[in-house]
Every structure is written in structure tokens, then in C-alpha cells.
């Protein structure tokens, strides 16, 4: 019988011994699911112009803790508005990846279409030029009357030209 309890009493300490094997230190705490979504909603501050949830700069501690603030806020409770103001409150509105639908930011939306319409329009009106331009041969006594220059006088240049060039 004490065989025997020896025996458990060994096995129990080899089984308590070994658990802290197996049981390795929990690495650094990884964010979660929704702090990534909403980190895809701002820019990371180290300066790589990258989208904080997805920021690869090498040894990059700033999205580390931004995420990790983002990870904190809503295991707090916080909104997802709450997280966005106290960003823009730290660092300003550059933290945002794609400006907000409102106020001025409005105007870097409306731009494009804009710019797409004046585009169209300019087209458009060159086009409607090019075709209403004459497109049969015109004579060259007429055009150069129309330019102010004689007949005489383009004849005479004309064999200049001739003895000029001819080599």
C-alpha cells in the first residue's frame, strides 16, 4: 500500500513537474478580429503611408501600440466613433486612411467627378471643332490671300527655295 502511494506521489509530481513544459509563456497578446477591421480605418503614424492593420515595416512599434490601444478601447466598452475621436485627438485628421464623408473632406470626394465631367465636356468640344473644320484641299492662291501674302511674292519665294536647295 505505501508502494503504492509512493508510486501516485511520484507520478503526481512528474505530471506537475512536466505541466510547466507544456504550458509555454503566452507570447505577446495578439489584437483582435475587430481591432484589425477597425485599424484598417486609419494610417499607421511611423511614417511607412501605410494602413495601420496592415503596416510591415520592419521593427515597427507604432502599429503595435495603436492596435493595442485599439484592443484596449474595446475590450473598455468603447465605440467605434469614441476610438476614431481619441485618434484624431493624438494625431490629427492625417490618421485617417480615407478621409470622412462630411464636411470639406466632401470636396476630395466630389473632385473625380468633377474633374471627369470638365474632361468630357473639353473632349467633347474639341471633337465638335475638328469636324466642323473644311476638309477638302484648299488652294494655295486662296490661302495665300487669306494669309496677306501675293501671288507674286509666294511665286518668288518659291524659286528661291528651288535655287537654294539646289545642290
Known sequence: MIKLRVIFLATVLCAAGSLSLLVSPLPAQQPSDRAHQIGGKFMCMCGCNQVLSQCNHVGCTVSTSMLKEVDQALARGDSED???????????????????????????WS??????????????????????????????????NNHGISPEMLERARLRAARETQD
Open 111 to 144: 473632385m473625380p467627378a468633377v474633374y471627369l465631367a470638365v474632361g468630357l465636356v473639353l473632349v467633347l468640344f474639341v471633337i465638335s471643332r475638328w469636324r466642323k473644320r473644311p476638309t477638302h484641299a484648299v488652294n494655295t492662291a486662296a490661302a495665300a
Open 82 to 108: 469614441a476610438i476614431t475621436q481619441a485618434f484624431v485627438q493624438e494625431f490629427g485628421t492625417k490618421v485617417y486612411a480615407e478621409p470622412p464623408y462630411s464636411g470639406f473632406s466632401l470636396v476630395a
